[in-house]
Nanobody, 125 residues
Framework: QVQLVESGGGLVQPGGSLRLSCAASGFSLEHYAIGWFRQAPGKEREGVSCINSSDGSTYYVDSVKGRFTISRDDAKNTADLQMNSLKPEDTAVYYC??????????????????WGQGTLVNVSS
């Protein structure tokens, strides 16, 4: 069964850090770009970050540049999103996806279909 399972979310104070993980099963991530998108209450889904498989190029939405770092470990079939200096506006459910690509420094998202259950990040004092 093809699955992406997200984990690592939680409640954190502004300025804090979290590390999200995405574990793939039923297929190998090594041939796919992997990315994260989020959905905040009452808002549309937003692409946050993506990393290519071919060249390791990365993309970040402007609002998280310098704070978030995406990484992948193809041997473990996982991808992580390190989130530092978290802000209340980062509060959302975060999902991972293979439906992205980084081309010319831009993040391209084919869709924001949900594979897994997502992981909730709540930044609040």
């Amino acid at each position: 069964q093809v699955q992406l399972v997200e984990s690592g979310g939680g409640l954190v104070q502004p300025g804090g850090s979290l590390r999200l993980s995405c574990a793939a099963s039923g297929f190998s991530l090594e041939h796919y770009a992997i990315g994260w998108f989020r959905q905040a209450p009452g808002k549309e889904r937003e692409g946050v970050s993506c990393i290519n498989s071919s060249d390791g190029s990365t993309y970040y939405v402007d609002s998280v540049k310098g704070r978030f770092t995406i990484s992948r470990d193809d041997a473990k079939n996982t991808a992580d999103l390190q989130m530092n200096s978290l802000k209340p506006e980062d509060t959302a459910v975060y999902y991972c996806t293979t439906e992205c690509a980084v081309i010319g420094g831009m993040g391209l998202w084919r869709n924001f279909e949900i594979w897994g259950q997502g992981t909730l990040v709540n930044v609040s004092s």
